[in-house]
């Protein structure tokens, strides 16, 4: 799912190609896309595009009279800059939006068709779709302590939870907490005063960094290969590769749509951390500290 660097460079793209450009015309190639009908599209056909907005993981297209356009792109929803009247992709094509320059295309990859777009008229129906996360740099030190401290999850799913945070998901939560040397299921209210600082800090810099890789990598262009993969990640998606830290070989959780990746020495003390699908195979043989990971595989090359 795209996370707040993503976003951030979204926005930042779409403002350069479309503001003050209008929308011409609106094409939905699945009728489930669009999930409000009251105002309908042609409310903003014709209209121009005043700006673009963050909230949370969602893109708001600003148009005049109080009209917005809310996009979620949810996990593998992606935006696609093209020529005027581009044909809509087959399978993965959601819509395009029309615009004098060019054509805005939405797709989106698998069979679970998650993403949205919800037409909204007035900026009090617009708050209604924030999930009110607080926004990280913004927000100061102790607002950051006292959301944290509001309710008792591990760190990954609080950071990960929309309405705790704004703009973290998967990706970033796993680069934090490598960052932070925290554990991915420790429990926020067990966390010290230190430990607090030192995950605000983080959080700042690891999105600011990304950010500015991201920007870096894009340029004057429209991002077209956004992903939440990146080769210079320290821990997201690398399991069984080397901790840039320690060298350690990075692990993972499984769970549902997603996984959690860390460095057992970095993170855990040197705690493998149970993967419940894993540890149902292999029960009593699940290796509870690096070491005997290490041993077990190291019998396995012999």
């Known amino acids: 799912m795209p996370e707040y660097p993503d976003i951030t460079i979204y926005i930042e793209r ?5 503001k003050g450009n209008i929308l011409e015309k609106v094409r939905l190639a699945s009728p489930f896309l669009l999930r409000t009908i ?10 121009t595009v005043l700006g673009f907005e963050r909230m949370g993981k969602r893109i708001v297209f600003v148009f005049p009279q109080e ?7 949810m996990i593998a929803g992606r935006l696609h800059w093209r020529e005027k009247g581009s ?7 959601l819509a395009a939006f029309d615009f004098a320059n060019g054509s805005l295309l939405l797709t989106e990859a698998g069979t679970k068709k998650r993403a949205s777009i919800h037409l909204i008229k007035g900026n009090e129906q617009l708050q209604n779709c924030n999930p009110g996360g607080l926004e990280l740099f913004t927000a100061s030190q102790e607002d950051f ?3 944290l401290l509001s309710e008792n999850h591990t760190l990954k799913r609080s950071l990960t939870d929309p309405r705790l945070f704004s703009g973290i998901g998967n990706a970033y939560s796993d680069e934090i907490l490598h960052r932070a040397k925290l554990s991915p299921v420790k ?7 230190d430990q607090i600082e030192n995950l605000y800090h983080t959080i700042r810099s690891v999105l600011q960094e990304w950010t500015q890789k991201l920007r870096a990598e894009v340029g004057d262009c429209f991002p077209e290969k956004v992903t939440a993969f990146h080769d210079d990640m320290a821990v997201h998606g690398r399991f069984g590769k080397p901790c840039p830290v320690c060298g350690t070989a990075v692990q993972r959780i499984r769970y ?22 894993l540890s149902r195979l292999l029960k009593s043989d699940w290796p509870r500290a690096i070491e005997e990971m290490e041993a077990i595989q190291k019998s396995h090359r012999a």
């Open 14 to 18: 779409l403002d350069a190609f479309l």
């Open 38 to 47: 009251d105002p309908p599209l042609s409310a903003i056909t014709g209209s």
């Open 67 to 73: 009209h917005f356009l809310v996009l979620h792109l």
């Open 87 to 93: 044909k809509i992709p087959g399978k993965i094509g």
């Open 145 to 147: 302590r006292t959301r």
């Open 187 to 193: 429990l926020t209210q067990k966390l010290t005063d």
């Open 256 to 277: 549902a749509d997603n996984e959690t990746n860390y460095c057992p020495r970095c993170q855990t003390d040197g705690k493998v951390l149970a993967d419940k699908s």
